[in-house]
Nanobody
Framework: QVQLVESGGGLVQAGGSLRLSCAAS????????MGWFRQAPGEGREFVGV????????YYEDSVKGRFTISGDNAKTTVYLQMNALNSEDTAVYYC?????????????????????WGQGTQVTVSS
């Protein structure tokens, strides 16, 4: 059974930092990708960032560039999201997502539909 287990969410003041982790078990995604989406109340699920394991490319949503950093372990089973300079607009439930393969479509990784597995979500709340 495939599982993505997230940890590291919580309450932080504006300007602070948090680090999220997502550990995959049950299968490997080494030919695909692991990334992060977020969903604020009343909003759709928004792409945050992704690491494509094959080649190691990393992509971010524009609003988090320069503040968030994605990294992964050598086993390609765990992905991290280091979030710095947090603000109230970052408040959301953050979801880890994994795709078993990559695709050729332009910016495919921004679409939730390409991901096969999802974590349960972890709440990040930034107080102003």
């Amino acid at each position: 059974q495939v599982q993505l287990v997230e940890s590291g969410g919580g309450l932080v003041q504006a300007g602070g930092s948090l680090r999220l982790s997502c550990a995959a078990s049950g299968r490997t995604f080494s030919s695909g990708a692991m990334g992060w989406f977020r969903q604020a109340p009343g909003e759709g699920r928004e792409f945050v960032g992704v690491i494509l394991w094959s080649g190691g490319s990393i992509y971010y949503e524009d609003s988090v560039k320069g503040r968030f950093t994605i990294s992964g372990d050598n086993a390609k089973t765990t992905v991290y999201l280091q979030m710095n300079a947090l603000n109230s607009e970052d408040t959301a439930v953050y979801y880890c997502a994994a795709a078993v393969t990559t695709f050729l479509g332009y910016l495919w990784y921004r679409a939730p539909t390409y991901y096969n597995h999802w974590g349960q979500g972890t709440q990040v709340t930034v107080s102003s």
